[in-house]
Antibody
Framework: QVTLRESGPALVKPTQTLTLTCTFSGFSLSTRGMCVSWIRQPPGKALEWLAL???????YYSTSLKNRLTISKDTSKNQVVLTMTNMDPVDTATYYC???????????????????WGQGATVTVSS | QSVVTQPPAASGTPGQRVAISCSGS????????VYWYQQLPGTAPKLLIY???QRPSGVPDRFSGSKSGTSASLAISGLRSEDEADYYCAAWDDGGWVFGGGTKLTVL
């Protein structure tokens, strides 16, 4: 059974750096094809994809936020970490991590569905 | 990454068929698969449709997806009260995922 769980501070101050950890089980990020994404959702608003890291350590970022985001993995701990710098009140949101898989064969593989999601971590940015 | 557009709201009565549209561009829907997610109030999103029209195990066949060109559609037939939720489409676009703005489905 695949599960993911987000953890991190519930409250951060403006200008601080947010560090979130996604701890997962039921799969390994060293297995070819496995990927983890971060997605956020401000209160009452839509989902916004943030970043993806894959088994080969390829990383992709939201164009609008890439200057503030860093995604990394620790395969020995089954964890993916997202850092977001210079936090602002507009970054207040529920942050989710989700598993996906790359399908197809080299070099024509594609990133497939985010099929299992964590329950989300609520982050409030306020002084 | 380009914008993907959904109507903000949709509604129907129990038993009806409802369709939710998702409009994108050649860089996302036009050249990649479309995925649909259902988000019930207070819960994490759940995968509803993958690769345009495939249902994961456990998703009722009342839910169906289609794609044509740069647009896609989610259809729900035999509408039920438990279908009241937010629905999001998503597609890969130029190095990242893009989500639609979401459609709030109300069952009247």
């Amino acid at each position: 059974q695949v599960t993911l769980r987000e953890s991190g501070p519930a409250l951060v101050k403006p200008t601080q750096t947010l560090t979130l950890t996604c701890t997962f089980s039921g799969f390994s990020l060293s297995t070819r094809g496995m990927c983890v994404s971060w997605i956020r959702q401000p209160p009452g608003k839509a989902l916004e994809w943030l970043a993806l890291i894959d088994w080969d350590d390829d990383k992709y970022y939201s164009t609008s936020l890439k200057n503030r985001l860093t995604i990394s993995k620790d395969t020995s701990k089954n964890q993916v970490v997202l850092t977001m710098t210079n936090m602002d009140p507009v970054d207040t949101a529920t942050y989710y991590c989700a598993r996906s898989q790359a399908s197809g064969s080299d070099p024509l593989y594609f990133y497939d569905a985010m099929d299992v999601w964590g329950q989300g971590a609520t982050v409030t940015v306020s002084s | 990454q380009s914008v993907v557009t959904q109507p903000p709201a949709a509604s129907g009565t129990p038993g009806q068929r409802v369709a939710i549209s998702c409009s994108g561009s050649s860089s996302n829907i036009g050249s990649n698969y479309v995925y649909w997610y259902q988000q019930l109030p207070g819960t994490a999103p759940k995968l509803l449709i993958y690769r345009n029209n495939q249902r994961p195990s456990g998703v009722p066949d009342r839910f169906s997806g289609s794609k044509s060109g740069t647009s896609a559609s989610l259809a729900i037939s035999g509408l039920r009260s438990e279908d009241e939720a937010d629905y999001y489409c998503a597609a890969w676009d130029d190095g990242g995922w893009v989500f639609g703005g979401g459609t709030k489905l109300t069952v009247l």
